[in-house]
């Protein structure tokens, strides 16, 4: 079983060849693909963490659509003063398929 840790959009995701991940919207070239930097790679028995081996691995997905999250509301409100204050934010996300290991 070969799987691998990526960094996509600031956080870690576990990946495997065929999995569909949501992350920060990034850009993708014109054929849609892109490279996830490897921080952790597991092939069978041999997991690999070093910085130098990894730089070697490529792990490739195309981008299948990109998307909204959903609406969050902040609210601030403070008493017997008259203050309030509503905002309102979507974040801007895209859905990738991994494509291979390597």
Known sequence: MVYA??????????????????MNRVAADKSGVIELPAVLL????KITADAASLAKVKVTAEVLNDLRGPKIIIQKYKNKTGYKKRQGHRQELTRVKVTGIK
Do not use: L, S, W
């Open 5 to 22: 840790v990526v960094r996509a959009g600031g956080r870690q995701e576990k990946v495997e060849v065929g999995t569909i991940v949501t």
């Open 42 to 45: 597991v092939d069978g028995d």
